[in-house]
């Protein structure tokens, strides 16, 4: 697949964009004088705005092509993230009222958010047009470790950067989603519009997708909980400054883009497992992962279980997107993908809402809730496919 190369790329950079902002939003918002559940609510608002249009921009690139769809979303990403750096700037230069930098920020991430739900939706598709069910689950895999190199790249240099001013790391990451929208308009061909608008479209009842849904949803609950808890852990049990917490957040952040870039590597390589397999497993491990947290005192303790909880995770990704990918028709990827796409949005809306409220409460909540997910996850796809083994044979 030639394209494989361009949309690993373009998920590089607009995941290193985007995950560069979450290296410093925990400073921003004290140095704001916001709450954590302020940041929990910009967050959310942008998985709102996921979920309503990663299934309209998946039906929209079965029918005008997949090109169109992902240059646009990609720059739009570029565009809005720019808006939200020059407001930092200037927000952190004259401190405004609480209402209107909540206001802002809210509707910049909202913004990014609309805009971002066409990449993974879209990316997803287009894999699923070019390669064979067999071998769907390594490319997806392949396309999961691009994003966690963004994991890593992000954090990394959104940390260093942040020793120069918090707004620094923003501006610096506003072009990236520039540039790969040039490398998506110059390097992908145009996809010929073979969907007519009458065609039928999966529902979100849709029983193929129940499955891969929900593991879409808890996995970016989860992660989306580490992120935004932790940095405000950090704060709190380490009595760092905002500068220092920046650079150790950026390091953890960049740690667990190691270990989702290693084990979506190692599934990409390994043969012969089904991605009913990969999830149970991925679930497994990630609830140890965070059952390691939960009991975490000191930095060491707590890198490490964030580190075994992404490993598992990075099992979980391309076993759901190649399980939809899988269950519907080759006039279906879009949608299809798209629908999966928006149950990930429902994880970016719960999970940073329910987790900074449980982190009011005590610190350590949000990681256990964590670890009680997976393992639901994982019990939930024991059964289903034992269920699905039962039809086969009988």
Known sequence: MKEMKTLMVVNVLCVAAMMAFLAVVGP?????KMEEWHAGLTVALAGLIWVVMARYWGKKSDRVGRKPILVLGVLGVGVSYLL???????????????????VMLVCIRGLIGLFYAAIPAVSSALIADKVDAHHRTGYMAKLGASNGIGMILGPALGGFLAVYGLHVPLYTF?????????????????????????MPHPKWSDVRLRLPMIAAFLTMYSVITSQVCLGFFILDTLALDANETAKVT??????LG??????QVFVSKVKGCT???????GGSIAALGYVMISLSHTVI?????FCVATFGMGFI??????????????????????????AQGMGMIVGPMVSTLLYKIDPIIPFVFAAIAFAFLVLFALKKSQFERELSLG
């Open 84 to 102: 939200l750096a020059l407001f930092v700037d200037y927000a952190l230069l004259n401190v405004p009222s609480l209402l209107l930098s909540l």
């Open 250 to 255: 950026g390091i953890i952040l960049s740690l």
């Open 275 to 281: 991605p009913h397999t990969w999830l149970r497993l």
């Open 174 to 198: 506003a072009i990236l989603p520039m540039i790969a929208a040039w490398l998506v308009y110059k390097t992908i061909p145009k996809t010929p519009k073979h969907h007519v608008e009458e």
């Open 28 to 32: 921003i918002i004290r140095a704001l």
């Open 258 to 263: 190691i270990c989702f870039i290693v084990a």
């Open 317 to 342: 990704f391309p076993a759901f997107q190649a399980l939809a990918a899988n269950n519907v028709s080759e006039l279906e990827q879009g949608a299809a993908a798209g629908t999966v796409s928006s």
């Open 301 to 305: 303790p707590l890198g490490l279980g």
